[in-house]
């Protein structure tokens, strides 16, 4: 039982690797189209995700903002795509499904999006996608806001709103946190490291998230609700699967954040919290069991960031953000046969970004995730970890350009694209620098060269 | 009859003449609470009509007769700063037009309100807030 267990994980944890990897974009022209502004205003580079204090005072409003003109301003629909090219310093074996050992083309991500304002207090972003990398169909991110409205606190505003998402920090204003972090793009393709907190993607898409926030003075956001998994029927027709398992009680969500802005510049500090009581999946889709016991897991989370935006020749970015995960892993443990259940993770991600008229643009990423052996993770056949541990060093570049996106852009604000080059150095992959695997595969033979062109209209 | 006629002629041309005399942006009927609608959607997000108040733009209570860059409190843009502009119903309507081509370097970055009749909404109720 326990060796067909293994061996059906590792059929599924390829495409685990694929949902992780890709990242869609939020910057829609149809928020341009419904708020007046150019890509730019909200978006730092001009271009999704990663927002200005104005996007985030958009965000957190509840995409209700309304300046646009015109019938195109009421029109709340988008469209992207992503295609690319990947190149790994080492031919793949096995080569990914569908695909060449090596240097591959591929149409990444079509995407359709609804978002946009109803009134004054109610909004969302729902994103649909599909992928021709494993020709699949599913609900991609969501972020609704069933109602929003502002009071007079002490003398200044205190916003209040609440939430409906799938995936925790979809909802987060800030792009220290994981889902809109960087990088924003990711060869669909390639190999990733499997070692990641539950924040990062253990969640996403499998999930209903319900939150309340508060945001005071633009300066304190607060925010806390729970996570629900769905039901393997939702689960079936959104296109997605349990992640790390089905959750046994609601999961509390817990987020705390202060900016400062002076001058042309942002700054802020944050905290996130998370816990999560889950039946592990067994490997058959949509099947979880707790038969064997329940996996617990606890997050803590802080970030950081700085942003000068001047508006002129010159921005500048900075942002980070390290999680501590403890792990008992009873259930998992149990399905797998180990008999380690306790464990802990550390991931510690940042970037450095340089804009010249939000045209050109130059990234600079470091991820490191450490933590001990764990074997009811690690250990299963199909995961590539000879000494058991999630261990991963990796450093990203990212050139990009962005000739649209200004308001005096051409089709503005109907039409932004972006093309880049970006460069995945890895000097530890998953729990070794040499030989990680035990097959003779060193950390930087996944080395990655991505292509990309993302274009959204 | 025809005194009728001559009485509204005469007083058309004479609201036609208190209507050029008048300043602002005066081609529309401004409706001060299509104004205040218009301001919470497109200006609310970045601005307060509370005193005292500086969300990521300036409060604009008392916005009118005041001059840029000169609430306090709020870091202002250099450009702002320095530009020296009275708020009249004509630069603001001027401003609201295009913020950054009256202003180049401000920090407002809404592209601007091209429809007239809006502006004149909008500017009728800022001149409210005070």
């Keep these: 039982m326990a060796r067909r267990i293994r061996f059906v994980l590792w059929l599924l944890l390829p495409l685990a690797g694929v949902a992780l990897a890709t990242r869609p974009a939020e910057a829609i022209p149809a ?212 992640g790390i398992g089905s959750t046994t009680s609601p999961a509390p969500y817990l987020r705390a954040a202060y900016e400062w802005q002076w001058g042309e510049s942002a700054a802020w500090i944050g905290t996130i919290f998370m816990h999560a009581d889950v039946d592990p999946p067994t490997g058959i889709p949509y099947q979880t069991t707790g038969a064997l016991g329940t996996d617990h897991y606890t997050d803590y989370a802080f970030d950081a960031g700085y942003q000068l935006l001047n508006h002129g020749p010159h921005s500048v970015t900075v942002q980070g953000i390290f999680t501590h995960e403890n792990q008992n892993l009873k259930g998992t443990a149990g399905l797998t046969g180990v008999a380690s259940t306790g464990a802990n993770l550390n991931q510690f991600r940042a970037n450095v970004s340089y804009w010249y008229k939000n045209t050109y643009g130059f990234t600079v990423g470091w991820q490191k995730t450490w933590g001990p052996a764990n074997a009811a993770l690690y250990a299963v056949a199909g995961v590539p970890s000879a000494n058991d541990k999630p261990d991963n060093n990796a450093v990203i570049i990212e050139a990009d350009w962005v000739p649209f996106g200004k308001d005096s852009s051409l089709w503005a604000p109907f039409m932004n694209l972006k093309l880049g080059v970006q460069y995945t150095a890895y000097t530890q992959f998953n729990g070794g620098t040499s030989n990680y695997d035990g097959l003779g595969t060193r950390a930087n033979d996944n080395n990655t060269l991505l292509l990309f062109a993302w274009l959204i209209f | 009859m025809s005194r009728r006629i001559i009485h509204t002629i005469v007083l058309g041309a004479a609201c036609g003449s208190l209507a050029v005399l008048l300043p602002g942006p005066v081609a529309h009927a401004a409706d001060v609470s299509a104004g205040k609608s218009a301001f919470r959607n497109a200006c609310g997000i970045c601005h307060s009509a509370e005193p005292g108040v500086n969300k990521i733009g300036p409060t604009l209570f008392g916005i009118m007769g005041r001059q840029t860059g000169s609430v306090p409190g709020y870091s202002y843009s250099a450009a702002n700063r320095n530009a020296h502009i009275t708020w009249t119903p004509q630069t603001m309507d001027k401003y609201l037009q295009g913020p950054r081509a009256m202003i180049p370097g401000t920090k407002m970055t809404y592209m601007g309100v091209r429809d007239p009749e809006k502006r004149a909404n909008i500017i009728a109720y800022l001149a409210t807030l005070k």
């Design chain 1, 31 to 242: 928020f341009a189209a419904q708020t007046g502004q150019a890509c730019t205003d909200c978006h730092v580079g001009g271009f999704g995700p990663e927002l200005t204090p104005l996007g985030r005072a958009f965000k957190i409003g509840g995409y209700t903002q309304r300046g646009g003109e015109g019938w195109a301003s009421y029109v709340p629909l988008s469209l992207m795509i992503q295609t690319s090219f990947t190149n790994t310093a080492s031919d793949q074996n096995p080569p990914p499904q569908h695909y060449a050992p090596n240097n591959n083309f591929s149409l990444d991500q079509i995407s359709g999006f609804i978002g946009g304002g109803i009134g004054e207090h109610t909004g969302g972003l729902m994103q649909f996608t599909w992928t021709d990398v494993d020709n699949t169909a599913h609900v991609d991110n969501m972020d609704l806001r069933p109602y929003t409205t502002t009071f007079n606190l002490g003398g200044k505003e205190l916003r209040i709103g609440t939430t409906l998402n799938n995936a925790p920090t979809v909802q987060d204003p800030y792009n220290s946190t994981f889902v809109w972090g960087f990088p924003f793009i990711a060869s669909a393709i390639a190999p990733t490291p499997v070692g990641n907190p539950i924040l990062a993607g253990g969640f996403t898409g499998n999930a209903i998230g319900y939150t309340i926030y508060a945001w005071w003075n633009n300066a304190l956001y607060l925010e806390g609700g729970a996570y629900s998994t769905f039901s393997p029927w939702l689960l079936a027709r959104f296109g997605n699967d349990y």
